[in-house]
C-alpha cells in the first residue's frame, strides 16, 4: 500500500467539483457576453473572473496528479512544488491587476479571498511538496487543505462575481 492510497476518494470529489465548477463558469460567462462593456471591464475579468476558473483548475490538476498511478511520490511532490510557486507567482499578478483595474474598487473581502486565501493556499502546497519526504502523511493532509480552501475560494468568488452583474450591473446597465 502506497501512502496516497486512501486519497481517491477524496480527489473524485474535489476534482469532479473543479470540472463542473469551470464548466459552469463558461456558461455564466457565456450568458453575460452580450451585455455592454464598461471601461476598465477586461482587466477586471482579469483580476476577478480568471482567478476562479485558474483555482478550479489547479484543484482539478492536483486530483489528476494525486490519482494518477505512480511509482514514487517523489515525482508527486515534484509536481505540487511547481504548482505551489506558480500560484504563488500568479498571486502576485492577480494581485496587481486588482490594484490597476477601475471597474471596481476593491474592499477587505475582495483581498482576503482573491489574494491572501490563494496565497496561503498555494504557499502551503509548495510547503508541503518539500515537508513530504520528510513526513509525508502530513503533508497530504496539507496538499488536501489546499485543494478545499482553493475550491472554497473559487466557488465564494464566482458566486461573488454574478451577484455583483445580476444586482450592481444589471442596476446600471438598466
Do not use: C, K
Not at 41 to 52: C, D, I, M, N, R
Not at 94 to 118: G, K, T
Amino acid at each position: 500500500m502506497t501512502v496516497i492510497e486512501g486519497w481517491e476518494n477524496f480527489y473524485v470529489i474535489v476534482g469532479s467539483s473543479a470540472g463542473a465548477l469551470i464548466g459552469l463558469q463558461f456558461v455564466v460567462i457565456t450568458l453575460i457576453a452580450g451585455r455592454p462593456i464598461t471601461p476598465g471591464t477586461a482587466l477586471a475579468g482579469g483580476a476577478f473572473a480568471t482567478p476562479s476558473v485558474i483555482h478550479f483548475g489547479v484543484v482539478l490538476l492536483l486530483s489528476a496528479i494525486a490519482s494518477a498511478p505512480w511509482d514514487e511520490i517523489i515525482i508527486v511532490t515534484i509536481l505540487w512544488g511547481i504548482v505551489g510557486l506558480s500560484g504563488v507567482a500568479y498571486i502576485v499578478v492577480v494581485a496587481r491587476r486588482m490594484r490597476i483595474q477601475s471597474a471596481y474598487r476593491p474592499v477587505f473581502e475582495d483581498w482576503l479571498f482573491h489574494v491572501l486565501l490563494p496565497l496561503a493556499a498555494y504557499a502551503i502546497l509548495a510547503i508541503s511538496a518539500f515537508a513530504a519526504q520528510y513526513y509525508t502523511r502530513p503533508a497530504l493532509f496539507l496538499v488536501g487543505a489546499a485543494a478545499l480552501v482553493l475550491l472554497i475560494v473559487g466557488i465564494h468568488n464566482a458566486w461573488d462575481a454574478i451577484t455583483y452583474q445580476v444586482f450592481v450591473r444589471s442596476r446600471q446597465d438598466g
